[in-house]
């Protein structure tokens, strides 16, 4: 299920990440400078308040992807995501 059609930017994406209950603007900006390999390489914000991070990793294809978790008090559990290439350009994606 695609969550947000993706615009890249300079410093990673932007977009509006849209589910059943939620509608949102998101940015999902790298890190300049890391503590360590094992901290993310993006922090995703909304409305300047930081709402998830992300993980460069790589797929067995050899294909690099951002894995995803963005949460917030409203919902139940975090969601967990990835953003990929698709035939239409960026877009986070979840699946259960």
Do not use: C
């Not at 008090?73 to 975090?78: D, L, R, V």
């Not at 995501?81 to 350009?89: E, L, P, R």
């Amino acid at each position: 299920m695609e969550l947000a059609t993706l615009k890249q930017t300079k410093q990673g994406y932007t977009g509006e990440l849209q589910t059943l209950t939620v509608r949102a603007k998101i940015e999902i900006n790298a890190i300049s400078e890391r503590k360590s390999d094992k901290s993310p390489s993006h922090r995703i914000t909304s409305g300047g308040q930081e709402i998830g991070a992300a993980w460069t990793r790589q797929s067995k294809a050899g294909a690099e992807y951002l894995s995803v978790r963005i949460d917030d008090p409203a919902f139940s559990n975090p969601i967990y995501a990835a953003v990929v290439t698709t035939k239409t350009g960026p877009a986070l994606v979840w699946g259960r």
